[in-house]
C-alpha cells in the first residue's frame, strides 16, 4: 500500500497575489484555478519536477495564513538559488549545515518555504 502526499494547503489572504507569486517567482504551474462559489475557489499549483501539490483558494484551509512551512528538495542548491533569485523571490541562505545545504524564501504572506540540496557527505540516520 502506497501512502503519497500529494496536495499540501497554503493559506494566504489574497489568491491572485498568491498565485502570481508562485508562478512567476518561484516557478510553480497553475494546474486548476476554479471557483465553485463565493465561498470556495480552488487553485491547484505545483512546482516543477515535484509530485506533490499545493492549494490556495478560498475555503480551502482553516490555517492563518503565514503559518504553513513546507520543504523542497533539490539537486543544485545554488543552481535554484540562481533561478529564484533571477525570478525576483526574496530568497535567504544559503546555510550549510550537517544534513545539507539550505536556503529559505517566504510568500507575501509569510509562508515559509526552505529548499534543501541534501550533500552527498550529509550526515544520514
Request: with cysteine; glycine share 8%.
Given at each position: ?38 465561498d ?5 499549483l ?19 495564513p ?60
Open positions: 500500500m502506497d501512502f503519497r502526499i500529494e496536495l499540501v494547503p497554503v493559506p494566504v489572504t489574497d489568491v491572485d497575489r498568491a498565485i502570481a507569486f508562485y508562478t512567476e517567482q518561484m516557478g510553480f504551474d497553475l494546474d486548476h484555478d476554479h471557483t465553485v462559489s463565493d470556495l475557489r480552488f487553485v491547484q505545483t512546482p516543477p519536477g515535484s509530485a506533490c501539490s499545493i492549494t490556495v483558494g478560498v475555503g480551502i484551509t482553516e490555517m492563518a503565514g503559518t504553513q512551512q513546507i520543504q523542497m528538495v533539490v539537486e543544485d542548491i545554488e543552481a535554484a538559488r540562481q533561478e529564484l533569485v533571477s525570478r525576483g523571490a526574496p530568497v535567504r541562505g544559503v546555510d550549510s549545515l550537517p544534513w545539507g545545504d539550505f536556503l529559505w524564501v517566504d510568500d507575501p504572506d509569510g509562508n515559509r518555504w526552505s529548499i534543501q540540496y541534501i550533500r552527498p557527505d550529509a550526515d544520514r540516520v
